[in-house]
């Protein structure tokens, strides 16, 4: 129901563009998401974006490198990654709420999720 897609080897410094196609219903009133988890440790929360007003959270080591943004007419959100270190280097999986839910950032519920991309930044 999420397809991400976009991920592969980049040399430090590089940009990467990851796209998550959806194909669950309604997917303009989903709050969306991007995790990642790097090798022995922990999935996280690298960025998200509200289904309304297009509110956005951001991880603080991403900020400023990465933009989420999402286009509902093509029921698909996306992550711009910009500046990549050999820390950016995880699989990358997208995520979708249930309807309607008001919140997208530390804590939310994402009930779908993609089967991961793998991004590799090379030093």
């Known amino acids: 129901q999420l397809q991400a897609s976009g991920g592969g080897l980049v040399q430090a410094g590089g940009s990467l563009r990851l796209s998550c196609a959806a194909s669950?219903?309604?997917?303009?009133?989903?709050?969306m998401a991007w995790f990642r988890q790097a090798p022995g440790k922990e999935r996280d929360l690298v960025a998200a974006?509200?289904?309304?007003?297009?509110?956005?959270y951001y991880a603080d080591s991403v900020k400023g490198r990465f933009t989420i943004s999402r286009d509902n007419a093509k029921n698909t959100v996306y992550l711009q990654m910009n500046s990549l270190s050999p820390e950016d280097t995880a699989i990358y999986y997208c995520a979708a709420t249930t309807e309607l839910q008001i919140a997208y950032g530390p804590g939310t519920r994402y009930e779908y999720w993609g089967q991961g991309t793998l991004v590799t930044v090379s030093s």
């Open positions: 669950i219903g309604t997917f303009s009133s989903r709050a």
């Open positions: 974006i509200s289904w309304s007003a297009g509110r956005t």
